[in-house]
């Protein structure tokens, strides 16, 4: 059935484009983008006046968990999670069991994707063979595959001659390798970020400089190997200082920053409720503020949840044994609207560019804009709908949000996914 989408504010920053627009969707695809479209007989007709209506979103950082962690999530339950958060498209993390780092792997996310998926996934493969970072994964099978990236996420590469050699080689392929800049020395086996906040609670410190060694040293290998190098979860206004210093001399580097680490920070750990227990740990409101103010001037280019469910028994433990992650696909765009863009500290444009035009880019993947004749992957937001966080109402199997309970305005009401609804309310929309 064709779909006219009439009178919301289209934003599409690839085409800098920010005004009233009407859509046409017929088939998977959209035929035609003006204002004051006529519906064709027929279609059905979605009035979005008041709406803002954008490229679909992409995350490029979630755990989907399958194979292998299916109490966390699963490729049905993570893609329903994204849908139901406003998202289109995925690119799902390698810490897998089996770990994503060879093709049987990744044609089986794909084919997962296919059969139970409601939104694109686009896996990334491992960078090491068993996220063990000693030897690099068969990157070339991997790209052959479909990968889209190669990550060891999750954990840190700490060999540099590894790092090295996996910029080199996925350079060969195109492919950009995602950083999770952590020193595990340096860690130290800590549970929070080091500061006045874990010395009131007694919990043990990771400092900012665990990830900012990282940074420095990965920043340095992507100049010597001229690969392309992509900042995970940029937490400290360290590791912001060292990214616009390389950018500046043009090293090829990338960087995305995760809700959580643009509005919340580790006051929140007073509380010791293990969902505020995330690798890199949340900060101070001045790291905080940092990578803010560096996603606004656009030297963080992507906006990316690193969604990361954990099973309920999982993290019903003290804070010491709890694993790290939160979730966050169903409360990523109204957590950004509430604490970025109503204050005034960051734009639509800069949020909508930095869930669509920049992923798509850096992943080179389609999307991430709404071109007449290319997929119709839209999203639609209600800028004024006030709604709790009820982390029981999320369809991720993950319910490790400190967010419960809070009230949250901005939350998406529409996902389509190649011309055919999959989200409306809040509600997934089984075919
Ligand atoms: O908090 C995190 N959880 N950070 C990561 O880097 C990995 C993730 C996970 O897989 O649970």
């Keep these: ?65 399958e194979p292998g962690y299916e109490q966390k999530e699963t490729i049905a339950s993570g893609t329903r999670a994204a849908a139901a958060g406003g998202f289109t498209a995925v690119a799902c993390m390698a810490n897998t069991n089996p770990v994503a780092d060879s093709a049987s792997v990744i044609y089986f996310i794909k084919e997962k994707a296919r059969q139970e998926g409601v939104v694109r996934v686009y896996p990334v493969g ?20 479909g990968a889209v990236a190669i990550s060891d996420d999750g954990r840190p590469v700490m060999n540099a001659l590894v790092m090295r050699h996996a910029l080199e080689y996925a350079k060969m392929f195109n492919l950009p390798v995602i950083s999770h800049c952590e020193d595990e020395a340096l860690a130290n086996d800590g549970l929070m970020h080091e500061g006045l906040v874990a010395t009131i609670l007694g919990l043990r410190g990771i400092p900012a400089a665990a990830e900012e060694v990282m940074v420095a040293r990965d920043l340095i290998l992507a100049e010597l ?55 890199p740990p949340l900060r101070p409101a001045g790291d905080v503020a940092a990578v803010a103010a560096a996603l606004a001037a656009g030297d963080i280019d992507v906006i990316a949840s690193d969604h990361a469910p954990h ?7 003290e804070y010491d044994y709890a694993p790290f992650g939160m979730v966050g696909l169903e409360t990523a765009v109204p957590l ?10 960051l734009t ?5 560019k930095s869930w669509t035009a ?22 639609i937001i209600d800028p004024d709908m006030e709604k709790e966080v009820d982390v029981n109402e999320f369809y ?22 190649g011309g055919r609804v999959v989200m409306e309310n809040g509600k997934i929309i089984e075919e």
């Design 225 to 279: 190997t001229g690969g392309r190098l992509h900042l995970a979860h940029v937490s400290t206004a360290g590791s912001v200082r060292l990214l616009k210093e390389a950018r500046a001399r043009g090293v090829r580097v990338t960087a995305e920053a995760t809700p959580h680490h643009l509005c919340l920070t580790d006051m929140l750990v007073e509380s010791y409720d293990t969902s505020t227990k995330v690798n």
């Design 126 to 145: 491992a960078l090491s063979k068993g996220l063990e970072g000693k030897e690099i994964a068969e990157i070339g099978d991997l790209a052959a595959a």
């Design 348 to 352: 639509w444009q800069q949020a909508i």
């Design 396 to 417: 991720s199997r993950g319910h490790n949000s400190p967010l419960q309970g809070r009230k949250l305005k901005g939350w998406p009401v529409l996902t389509i996914v």
């Design 1 to 65: 059935m064709a779909i006219l989408i009439k009178g919301g504010r289209v934003i599409d920053p690839a085409r800098n484009l920010d005004g009233r627009q009407d859509i046409l969707i017929e088939g998977e695809k959209i035929t035609t983008l003006a204002a004051n479209l006529e519906a064709p007989a027929g279609a059905r007709v979605i009035d979005a006046g008041g709406m803002i209506v954008t490229p679909g979103l992409i995350d490029m950082h979630v755990h989907l968990r």
């Design 336 to 345: 950004v609207v509430t604490e970025l863009i109503l204050p005034g500290k």
């Design 311 to 317: 099973a309920d028994e999982d993290k019903d433990v």
């Design 358 to 379: 920049n992923p798509a880019r850096i992943l080179n993947i389609p999307g991430g804009s709404l071109v007449p004749g290319g997929v119709a992957d839209v999203t």
